[in-house]
């Protein structure tokens, strides 16, 4: 069939929306007819050129919601009419990582995912020929898309895909995180670093289970009314002070319980952990870093205490646990809405990079 999908032809170039040829689902695969679809900044990292398993050309987009249309024999768990969250991170529920319990990191797949192609090595995307790649296992920038059965979560129907999409990336992994990965306790006092479409969910997280004192830090002082708007108790511009470690850790009168870093910098990595309290705090790395760019931080900063964790979509088991978010949701728990700040048309895809870019937007959604 023919699709009409933005295409990252080259990085650091804008998506070009034209026709492309999709094949339909084989053994163990999904057709989805995509909905609507937001922008991550992983989208933008990986258009720049910064993401070490980039290719292109290929088809960007991991946070959708949409409508099964076809499905491909031997699929037993989805079928016509359900509706859906395609999962970068799957959940085969019969591998090592799946079956270990320690994870969410499912790996039947990984290896293909990293390549853009589907699990038997191909891709179902073309134009005019030339094989187009998949991107995260998604590529929901196409209003069509195949995925494997495993890697898709069905949700309820009464969920709007305008919204329910963010569930599909930022909402699970910004409060997984907190829930997940942290486990963060009421009465905890945390540092939230990098108040955009991540660091708000691990904001709405916090209060949602009961943090104390809930730090946001940004560079871009238009987010602090942001940050307040979903529970943050204090914010901090790190241009204002001479040293944000220091004045974080004055702040909490010690050092943060935890410390969740959303800005991808590894700079900022640094100071997250630094500003953990010595003995037991803990920071989580979230955001994902420039190809090439390492951490460091003094071992005695880990010797006494401080605790160093990264989260992938938040620690969420995709199958199992995306539906469930989508109900807090539904059921009023956590707030979606005043978050998706721009809905346009995949015609201007290209315009929610910029407002990202220029930190006027905190999530856009493109809606097919
Ligand atoms: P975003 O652009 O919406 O937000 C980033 C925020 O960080 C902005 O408000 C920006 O002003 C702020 N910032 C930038 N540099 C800063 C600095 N030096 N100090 C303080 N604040 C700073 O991006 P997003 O969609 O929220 O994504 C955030 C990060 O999380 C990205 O690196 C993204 O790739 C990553 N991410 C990771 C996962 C995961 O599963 N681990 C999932 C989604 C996104
Ligand atoms: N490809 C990059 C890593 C990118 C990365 O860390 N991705 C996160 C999700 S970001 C969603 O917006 C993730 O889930 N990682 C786990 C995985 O298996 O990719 C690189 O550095 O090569
Ligand atoms: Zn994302």
């Given at each position: 069939m023919k699709t009409r999908a933005a295409v990252a032809f080259e990085a650091k170039r804008p998506l070009e929306i034209v026709e492309v040829d999709l094949e339909g689902p084989r053994a163990g695969e999904v057709l989805i007819e995509i909905k609507a679809t937001g922008v991550c900044h992983t989208d933008a990292y990986t258009l720049d050129g910064l993401d070490s398993e980039g290719?292109?050309?290929?088809?960007?987009?991991?946070?959708g919601a949409g409508v099964v249309v076809e499905v491909g024999p031997g699929v037993t768990s989805l079928a016509v009419g359900d509706h859906v969250i395609p999962l970068y991170t799957p959940e085969c529920r019969q591998c090592k990582s799946c079956l270990s319990r320690k994870t969410n990191l499912c790996t039947s797949i990984r290896a293909t995912q990293g390549k853009g192609?589907?699990?038997d090595g191909t891709s179902r995307f073309s134009y005019k020929g030339q094989s187009i790649a998949h991107y995260m296992g998604c590529s929901t920038f196409s209003n069509y898309t195949v995925l494997p059965e495993i890697a898709v979560a069905k949700i309820r129907k009464d969920a709007p895909f305008d919204k329910a999409c963010y569930v599909g990336c930022g909402v699970t992994t910004g409060v997984g995180a907190v829930v997940n990965t942290a486990k963060v306790e009421p009465g905890a006092n945390a540092v939230v670093f990098g108040l955009g479409g991540i660091g708000l969910n691990v904001i709405q997280g916090l209060k949602m289970v009961g943090a104390d004192m809930i730090i946001g830090v940004d560079i871009n002082g238009d987010k602090e009314e942001w940050g307040r708007r979903f529970g943050m108790t204090h914010f901090l511009n790190p241009k204002e002070v001479s040293d944000v470690v220091a004045h974080l850790v004055e702040l909490t009168g010690g050092g943060a319980d935890y410390t969740f870093d959303c800005t991808g910098n590894t700079v900022v990595m640094r100071q997250a952990l630094e500003a953990c309290?010595?003995?037991w705090g803990e920071s989580v790395i979230i955001?994902?870093?420039?190809?090439?760019?390492?951490?460091?931080?003094?071992p005695f900063q880990l010797v006494t205490g401080r605790v160093w964790k990264?989260?992938?979509?938040?620690g969420a088991r995709g199958r199992t646990d995306t539906p469930k978010i989508v109900d807090w949701y539904m059921d009023g728990k956590i707030e979606i809405d005043p978050m998706i700040t721009h809905t346009l048309p995949l015609e201007r895809i290209n315009e929610a990079f910029d407002l990202m870019?220029?930190?006027k937007s905190i999530r856009s959604v493109i809606v097919f």
């Open positions: 290719i292109f050309p290929s088809i960007l987009g991991h946070e192609l589907m699990p309290h010595r003995g955001g994902v870093a420039e190809a090439g760019k390492e951490i460091a931080t003094r990264g989260s992938a979509f938040g870019h220029e930190g």
